[in-house]
C-alpha cells in the first residue's frame, strides 16, 4: 500500500468511531513515522528469535564491503545491527565474529582465543569498525540490518485542491503484508481501539475503490 492508502484507511476507521474526525498531513506524518519506527523496533529487537520476525526485517538486510585502514573502517551510516561477517582472504571464506565490549578484553589478552587471520573478530567503537588482526584491509563483508527510510506523505495542488503527491512521498520499507500492522500502530496513537478484522474490512475497501 501506498502512503496515501494507508492515510485513506486510517482516517476512514477513524472518522467512523469519531464523527468528524480529519487528520492534517503534519500528524498522519508523525503517526506514520512513530508507527514505523516502533514495528522497526519492535522487530530487530526479536530479531532471528522468530522466524516470522526475520521475514519481517529482509527488507533491511542489506551487505557492506568494509575497508579497513590500520585496522578501522567507517560503520556505514544506516547501521541498526549486525547480522554475520565473513573475511574472504582469496582462498576461502572466513565467518569473522563481532565480540562485545565485554568479550574484547579476553579476546585480545587469552593466549588460545587471540583473533588471528584464521579467527578475526570485530568491534564496534565510536561509530567506527575495528578489525583485529589489524593486517586485514580488504574481503571483509559486513552483513546487517539498516534503519528504515523515513517514509513521508507528501500534497501538491492541483486546481487549488490539495491532492496526493506520489513523486514527493516516500513510502514504506516494509513489505506490504506487514502494512496492516503499521495502520493498526498509527489508529492506536489516536486512542481508539479497533479489532483487526475491521482493518482487514477497510483495506479491502480500499482496494476495490482503486480498482473503479
Known amino acids: 500500500m501506498t502512503v496515501n492508502e494507508i492515510k485513506n484507511i486510517v482516517t476512514s476507521i477513524v472518522s467512523s468511531?469519531?464523527?468528524?474526525y480529519t487528520l492534517s498531513p503534519e500528524d498522519f506524518n508523525l503517526y506514520l513515522q512513530k508507527a514505523n519506527f516502533e514495528l522497526f523496533n519492535q522487530s530487530l529487537k526479536n530479531w532471528e528469535s522468530k522466524q516470522v520476525i526475520t521475514d519481517?526485517?529482509?527488507p533491511f538486510k542489506v551487505k557492506a564491503d568494509l575497508t579497513?585502514?590500520?585496522?578501522?573502517?567507517?560503520?556505514?551510516?544506516?547501521?541498526a545491527r549486525h547480522s554475520a561477517a565473513w573475511y574472504d582472504d582469496g582462498a576461502t571464506?572466513?565467518?569473522v565474529e563481532v565480540v562485545t565490549d565485554a568479550e574484547l578484553p579476553d579476546r585480545i589478552n587469552n593466549a588460545i582465543t587471540a583473533p588471528t587471520a584464521a579467527y578475526p573478530i570485530i568491534y564496534f567503537l565510536n561509530e567506527k569498525i575495528n578489525i583485529l588482526p589489524i593486517s586485514i584491509t580488504t574481503g571483509v563483508d559486513l552483513l546487517y540490518i539498516k534503519k528504515?527510510?523515513?517514509?513521508v506523505y507528501a500534497e501538491k495542488v492541483e486546481n487549488e485542491?490539495?491532492?496526493y503527491d506520489s513523486a514527493s512521498s516516500t513510502q514504506l520499507d516494509f513489505d506490504e503484508i506487514y502494512h496492516p500492522d503499521v495502520v493498526r500502530i498509527i489508529i492506536g496513537f489516536?486512542?481508539?481501539d479497533v479489532k483487526d478484522s475491521i482493518v482487514i474490512q477497510a483495506i479491502e475497501r480500499e482496494k476495490q475503490d482503486n480498482i473503479k
Do not use: Q, S
Request: charged fraction near 10%.
Open 17 to 20: 468511531e469519531r464523527t468528524g
Open 56 to 58: 519481517i526485517l529482509y
Open 68 to 79: 579497513f585502514t590500520a585496522g578501522v573502517a567507517t560503520r556505514p551510516v544506516d547501521y
Open 93 to 95: 571464506i572466513v565467518p
Open 148 to 151: 528504515p527510510t523515513v517514509p
Open 161 to 163: 485542491i490539495n491532492v
Open 190 to 192: 489516536t486512542g481508539i
